[in-house]
């Protein structure tokens, strides 16, 4: 499903000319919709955290087109760095076993 919806993304982008933009502006948009996902966090609201991580997700997309990059490789290169990752959870976070 989720690369379905991604290659619509792309689509929508192109039809936009958003994937010939600058990177940099797209990077700013990336922070802009961070700092919503923050505030969603602070403020307790569930609904603002699923449109800003969706937004979040929308962009990196199209960051990635710009970039020439394709974000599914990305997606599988950072699964599969994490895959067979060890290590343990110390006060709410998961630290790897190298960093331990």
Sequence with gaps: MIKMTTELIKK???DRNL???DPN???LK???????????MAKG??????DALG???????I?????????NECIDIAYNEIKDRKG?????????????
């Design 12 to 14: 929508w982008a192109i």
């Design 19 to 21: 994937n010939t933009a």
């Design 25 to 27: 502006k797209q990077m």
């Design 30 to 40: 990336l922070v802009e919709e961070f700092g919503e996902l923050g505030e969603g």
């Design 45 to 50: 609201k569930p609904e603002l955290i699923k």
């Design 55 to 61: 937004d979040m997700y929308v962009v990196m997309t």
């Design 63 to 71: 960051l990635a087109m710009q970039m020439d990059i394709d974000i």
């Design 88 to 100: 343990k959870m110390i006060d709410g976070v998961f630290v790897k076993e190298s960093d331990l």
